[in-house]
Nanobody, 115 residues
């Protein structure tokens, strides 16, 4: 069982930045594909960004050029650097770890973009 703990959320003004972290308990963290999702009130959870075990990345069109996903396997942590934040980025952000058929989710961290 992999435990994931997200942190770094908060309230930020439009145009501001936040960096989310997701720390994993699993020693073989480096083998997992790590994905960030988000869920806004009244909406379905949506894909934000993924970083594979081999460090390839992909982003949702809505965040391309503004968000950057990265990982530090030695620290068992994946990051989401969010710049130029917009009110529509407001959501609970979740990280997911996936290895073959196994999937694990964190509890989420709230990001609110508002003036």
């Amino acid at each position: 069982q992999v435990q994931l703990v997200e942190s770094g959320g908060g309230l930020v003004q439009p145009g501001g930045s936040l960096r989310l972290s997701c720390a994993a308990s699993e020693s073989i963290f480096g083998q997992y594909d790590m994905t960030w999702y988000r869920q806004a009130p009244g909406k379905q959870r949506e894909f934000v960004a993924v970083i594979k075990s081999r460090y390839t990345t992909a982003y949702a069109d809505s965040v391309k050029g503004r968000f950057t996903i990265s990982r530090n396997n030695a620290k068992r942590t994946v990051y989401l650097q969010m710049n130029s934040l917009k009110p529509e980025d407001t959501a609970v952000y979740y990280c997911k770890a996936k290895l073959k058929s196994l999937e694990y989710w964190g509890q989420g961290t709230q990001v609110t973009v508002s003036s």
